[in-house]
């Protein structure tokens, strides 16, 4: 198994590091790290380094870091506009595109959309997304965290102005003619995936998406969950891209 992987606000220039916090608690107390064992740090945006545990204590480890590095970001640049769901199926759905790939996650206030994000009931609901995200990019040693983007969620309106700015642009419709598999991808830039909630995007927001630059696009015979199609959407992606 490959060594775990830790977050941490900025990698140290020395080569010692106490490890405390939440990281530290997580690493001394729920994966019992010992004397001698290796792990992964990372700063969330490309910076690396591999350390050695040279003392356990109370919710903290001491650390001789052994190499450091630094991994480009990926490009292009994926962006997946999620609608936001009911319950659980958004968080399962940020989960999994994180641990696949994907670059930044917006929250998109569908007209379709069961769930609402209003108040602190929404900027709760962004900051779970946004935990689910860390905790899923430590999970698949990923040196870059996803941004989750909205305050806390982003509007239609919103999401055309971003569709038109991207150097390509789908949107996931069961009815589309285009398959993602065979549609054209830029080399750089930004590419903007929609997907719809569970009562899919309605005709107005197909058309505003369209009108901005999005292409709609297909996966196969089959109607997806909202959180399903986009982790489904981004391994074609990937393996197109070669990420894969």
Do not use: C, N
Not at 4 to 33: C, I, K
Not at 53 to 75: H, I, M, Q, W
Not at 111 to 139: F, L, N, Y
Request: proline share 6%; charged share 25%; net charge neutral.
């Amino acid at each position: 198994m490959s060594a775990p992987l830790f977050l941490v606000d900025s990698l140290p220039t020395a080569d010692s590091l106490t490890l405390g916090g939440p990281e530290g608690h997580h690493a001394a107390t729920v994966q019992r790290l010992r004397v001698g064992e290796e792990l992964l740090l990372a700063d969330g945006r490309g910076g690396t380094a591999t350390a050695v545990v040279t003392a356990v204590g109370r919710g903290s480890l001491e650390l001789e870091l052994t190499s450091r590095g630094y991994v480009d970001a990926p490009v292009p640049r994926l962006v997946v506009v999620q609608g936001i769901a009911k319950g659980d199926r958004g968080e399962l759905a940020v989960q999994a595109m994180t641990e696949v790939g994907v670059d930044e996650i917006v929250p998109w206030a569908a007209s379709r959309s069961v769930a609402q994000w209003r108040g602190d009931r929404g900027v709760r609901a962004r900051e779970k997304w946004v935990a689910t995200a860390r905790e899923a990019a430590k999970q698949a040693r990923r040196p870059w965290l996803p941004v989750v983007a909205g305050s806390p969620d982003e509007s239609t309106d919103r999401v055309a102005r971003r569709i038109g700015g991207a150097a390509g642009a789908f949107v996931l419709h069961e009815e589309a003619d285009d398959r993602l598999t065979t549609a054209p991808l830029p080399d750089t830039g930004e590419i903007v995936l929609v997907v719809g909630p569970e009562g899919g995007i309605a005709p107005a927001e197909l058309e505003a998406f369209a009108a901005a630059g999005a292409r709609p696009v297909r996966l196969g015979p089959s109607v997806l969950r909202t959180s399903t199609a986009g982790v489904a959407a981004l391994s074609v992606l990937a393996t197109r891209l070669s990420r894969w």
